[in-house]
């Protein structure tokens, strides 16, 4: 049995998006729609890679932090709450964004969307046992 190995699996998925128009077009996340966020590491300063799940808001891209129904958040949102200036990959583009974690009452409406477009988030809160953070993605005027 071969070990799995998660930095091999996320370098053929961004190679797959990248030759398909930022299409996933093979294996378990084939049609899903994805993108590739790096954030600054809130402690290390280090660049650090995120493969996430979008929807779209208007002109913004939306992700949920949702670490696969994990009762831990995912490290990437502290690291936008620390530094919100990212790199985003998406939809065979790549520009710079302001990522902002959604407390208000827009993070409700967001999530509503999220799971009607993607119903196998629905069950993620009571897996988590916890609320799950809403980013909004805005590209900057340079993106």
Excluded: C
């Amino acid at each position: 049995m071969t070990d799995w190995d998660p930095e091999a699996f996320e370098n053929a998925l961004i190679d797959d998006m990248r030759a398909h128009g930022g299409a996933v077009t093979s294996g378990p996340l084939a049609n899903h729609p994805l993108l590739v966020m790096i954030s600054k590491g809130a402690k290390s300063g280090e660049r650090r890679r995120a493969i996430l799940t979008f929807t779209r808001d208007g002109g913004d891209y939306v992700v949920a932090g949702t670490a696969s129904g994990s009762p831990t958040t995912p490290a990437w949102i502290q690291n936008v709450r620390e530094d919100p200036s990212v790199e985003v990959e998406a939809e065979d583009r790549t520009f710079t964004a302001t990522a902002r974690v959604v407390d208000d009452d827009d993070r409700d409406r967001l999530w509503q969307r999220h799971v009607e477009a993607l119903p196998h988030f629905a069950e993620y809160p009571e897996k988590a046992g916890r609320i799950i953070p809403m980013v909004r993605l805005t590209p900057t005027a340079s993106g």
